[in-house]
């Protein structure tokens, strides 16, 4: 049976301190996901990790499989674009943002993280843009609430 490709929150300390660590998406693995075609396990556990460089191979590794659902490339753009924040390539983190939107414009997760970025850099304007864009599409996300509070 095929794994679910719903994306979660990893609630937990920060991958980096501007980017609030529940804005990272939880990419599903499952025991049977190497009898399907798609992305290994190896390749989302690592995209999953808080090391940035160990995620920065692994999400890449899924987008590059092209055999990925939207769902689980935006996950893996948004994973690796705050892995690249965290070593101080804004320029990439950035471009990882926006991949991820345009991966799944559904992605409430991936406009916050986006609107994170923004906060993050001092554009507050753009910032609650993307909070209230988030909100447009999941009324019920929480941490799109709270992060357009602050």
């Known amino acids: 049976m095929r794994s679910s490709t719903r994306l979660g929150l990893i ?8 980017l609030p660590a529940s804005g990272r998406m939880a990419i599903p693995a499952a025991p049977d996901f190497g009898a399907i075609q798609g992305p290994s396990n190896s390749a989302i556990l690592r995209c999953n990790g808080r090391d940035p460089t160990t995620a920065i191979a692994g999400c ?3 987008i590059q499989s092209g055999q990925s659902r939207a769902q ?4 893996a753009f948004v994973n ?3 892995a690249y924040h965290a070593l101080g390539e804004k320029d990439r983190a950035l471009a990882d943002f926006d991949a991820g939107v345009r991966a799944d414009p559904k992605s409430s997760r991936a406009l916050a993280n986006r609107g994170a970025f923004y906060q993050a850099q001092g554009d507050l304007d753009r910032a609650v843009g993307e909070y209230t864009s988030a909100l447009g599409v999941n009324p019920r996300d929480f941490e799109g609430f709270n992060q357009r509070a602050n």
């Not at 609630?11 to 501007?18: K, N, V």
């Open 72 to 75: 689980m490339r935006s996950a």
């Open 11 to 18: 609630l937990g300390p920060a991958l980096i301190a501007a």
């Open 60 to 62: 890449t590794a899924i």
């Open 80 to 82: 690796r674009g705050r």
